[in-house]
């Protein structure tokens, strides 16, 4: 099993930057893909970014060219970097890995971000 610990939400003011770290832990040792998805108040969960192995990366038209989501050389942690942010970006973050593409989606708890304006 994989265990995901999310850090780097909070409060931020429009225009600012957050940056949110994943950390994965267990026996994995390399994990496939590695995302984000977000969650508003009264929304659905949506798409923000992913990581895939031999797939490269994958963003949602809302944050790209403002988000970046990076992976760490052992495959164990991701990052979205955050960049001009907007108050549409408020939500709660989850973060996601997948060891393989035939194994369980392990979903981090996720991690509160505000944007005021």
């Known amino acids: 099993q994989v265990q995901l610990v999310e850090s780097g939400g909070g409060l931020v003011q429009a225009g600012g930057s957050l940056r949110l770290s994943c950390a994965a832990s267990?026996?994995?040792?390399?994990?496939?893909?590695m995302g984000w998805y977000r969650q508003a108040p009264g929304k659905q969960r949506e798409f923000v970014a992913s990581s895939t192995v031999g797939r490269g990366l994958n963003y949602a038209d809302s944050v790209k060219g403002r988000f970046t989501i990076t992976r760490d050389n052992t495959k164990s942690t991701v990052y979205l970097q955050m960049n001009n942010m907007k108050p549409g970006d408020t939500a709660t973050y989850y973060c996601y890995a997948r060891p393989s593409p035939r194994a369980n989606t392990y979903w981090g708890q996720g991690t509160q971000v505000t944007v005021s304006s």
């Open positions: 267990g026996s994995t040792v390399i994990i496939t893909a």
